[in-house]
């Protein structure tokens, strides 16, 4: 009798230290993935911080319309902590675009005459339902090159961009800026 309990005993410790280490083998193997998960995101995280600025140092989050179909190409760049150029290509529009904005200060548009017969001003609210005007230019004797400014706050934007195809994208592409503005 003595004999079966002990090799009960037995068995139920031998269990125990299998099952125990198994345990541990099952954690361990767990730690090790969870550990290259963290690093593969961490990688991922510093690839993005590099593709994308830092909008918190600029005061304020600019978002492009995230149709596919429409804005691609997308690249940022700081000229200073004042000045985002922001280019991308509107496929609508068939053109590529350049988006200024400027902190505290005024943009440096290039000299063009603009044909005020053409002028437009478009209107659209922030995400806190501020009115924003968007006033569209079209540059004199070439009713292609389309520039779009508008300010926000201390922020003074401008969208410069040739409507090869649809006259109007290019201030939609400002209006659904402004939506996103909080």
């Known amino acids: 009798m003595k004999k079966v309990i002990y090799s009960v005993v037995l068995i139920i410790c031998l269990c125990f230290t ?12 767990a730690n090790e993935e969870s550990s290259i998960q963290s690093r593969i995101s961490d990688a991922e995280e510093s690839e993005n911080q590099t593709e994308t600025p830092d909008m918190d140092t600029f005061g304020i989050l600019i978002s492009l319309p995230e ?5 691609t190409e997308v690249e940022y760049s700081f000229a200073d902590e004042n000045n985002l150029t922001i280019t991308y290509h509107d496929s609508i529009a068939d053109s590529d675009c350049t988006l200024l904005v400027a902190k505290n200060e005024d943009i440096n548009l290039p000299s063009n005459e603009y044909d005020e017969t053409l002028h437009e001003s478009w209107e659209g609210k922030t995400v806190s339902d501020q009115l924003i005007t968007v006033k569209v230019q079209h540059k004199k004797d070439d009713e ?3 520039l779009a400014t508008w300010e926000y706050n201390e922020y003074r934007f401008a969208i410069m961009g040739e409507d090869q195809n649809d006259s109007d994208s290019i201030p939609k592409a400002a209006l659904s800026i402004i939506y996103e503005l909080d």
Do not use: R, T
């Open 18 to 29: 299998l099952f125990g280490c198994g345990s541990k083998q099952d954690d361990a193997a």
């Open 67 to 71: 149709n596919a179909n429409w804005i």
């Open 144 to 146: 292609k090159a389309v």
